[in-house]
């Protein structure tokens, strides 16, 4: 799945390129991200569990690279809610979603670029699909459905 997310979202991940990686768990995901912006693009990855950020942080530190990045502000992590995706970074290239949220959140198409490419598995019924929604450069916003997936929810921090 992250190589089809890395594939449908080329286009919008050129250097210096702004992501938002949202459920970036072990943080693969945006390190790979960060490679493809890299020199002088970005990379947030946003979690809501707190041992998740620590250990995307913890696993980027483990090569000099990453620790280049992490330094630089390339890449950071933060804690927090990514159904609400991270305004302070606003506006994104690209979006990844790599949990399956509940419904189309409109604040995340909101942070988008115009152009701007968000990739998200959104539950519909029983099932989920992988969505690619485009903002184009006049601000219209086209929704793609492109294959069914399982994926975990987009959820509520554990209390």
Not at 33 to 60: E, F, R, T
């Amino acid at each position: 799945m992250h190589a089809s997310a890395c594939e449908s979202l080329l286009d919008y991940l050129q250097p210096g390129s702004k992501v938002l990686d949202i459920g970036s768990g072990s943080g693969y995901l945006t390190a790979v991200l960060a490679n493809l912006v890299a020199p002088n693009g970005s990379v947030i990855g946003i979690d809501h569990i707190q041992p998740l950020v620590d250990m995307g942080k913890q696993n980027m530190e483990k090569s000099e690279e990453g620790r280049r990045m992490l330094d630089s502000g390339q890449v950071r992590f933060v804690t927090g809610d990514g159904r609400k995706g991270w305004a302070e970074g606003a506006p994104y290239d690209a979006i990844h979603v790599g949990a399956a949220a509940a419904e189309h959140h409109e604040t995340l198409t909101d942070q988008l670029k115009a152009p701007g490419r968000l990739f998200v598995p959104v539950q519909e019924g029983g099932l989920q699909y992988i969505f690619v929604i485009d903002k184009k450069e006049d601000g219209s916003v086209v929704r793609n459905k492109l294959y069914g997936v399982r994926y975990v929810p987009l959820t509520d921090a554990p209390v």
